[in-house]
């Protein structure tokens, strides 16, 4: 299981994380972060069906096709995991190394938006305070890493037991 999860979560997180970096790279350089959510889950999706393939390798590869839901779950949750913290990891040298005023040109954006969408001042103050509070959890690496995991881990858990769901297959006999 070890080689399947390591090889099928490196792809994956070679996927989101090449994709995070092309999107904020894009989304920085313009100032204009619409859009980047849908293109950035599209490529968490594309990314964690490496997940149901894994899970389908390591059960026709290794375990004569079968496998149990338990087993298949397991299998896709390290794939998720392992996918996840390249992802976290390179979130980390991208964002300290190259980008460390990224979360000033995000709020700036916010705010703007905010702005041209009509909020009233109480609305602009409130979302400022917001947006202040954020920054504020982003001077803390830990946050930053739990911010970061709970950006995609949540859905390769649920790609992991859909694939579970799929994939199992009991030995009859």
Excluded at 109 to 138: C, I, N, P, Q, W
Excluded at 150 to 172: D, H, M, N, T, Y
Aim: proline share 2%; glycine share 8%; aromatic share 16%.
């Amino acid at each position: 299981m070890k080689k399947t999860v390591i090889v099928f979560g490196l792809i994956a997180g070679a996927i989101i994380a090449g994709m995070m970096v092309y999107s904020i790279n894009l989304c920085y350089h313009n100032e204009d972060f619409k859009g980047n959510a849908v293109v950035g889950y599209a490529a968490m999706l594309a990314a964690f069906s490496f997940i149901f393939v894994g899970v389908r390798n390591y059960r026709n590869k290794y375990l004569g096709g079968f496998i149990s839901f338990g087993k298949a779950f397991k299998t896709g949750l390290f794939i998720a995991l392992v996918a996840s913290t390249i992802y976290v990891l390179a979130w980390l040298v991208y964002y300290y190394g190259f980008i460390p005023d990224f979360m000033d040109k995000y709020t700036d954006y916010v705010l703007r938006t905010a702005r041209t969408d009509g909020a009233t001042a109480a609305e602009l103050a409130r979302k400022s305070e917001e947006m202040a509070s954020f920054k504020e959890l982003y001077k803390n690496p830990v946050m930053v890493v739990l911010i970061t995991y709970a950006e995609v881990f949540p859905l390769g858990l649920v790609i992991a037991l859909v694939s579970a769901l799929l994939l199992k297959r009991k030995q009859v006999g």
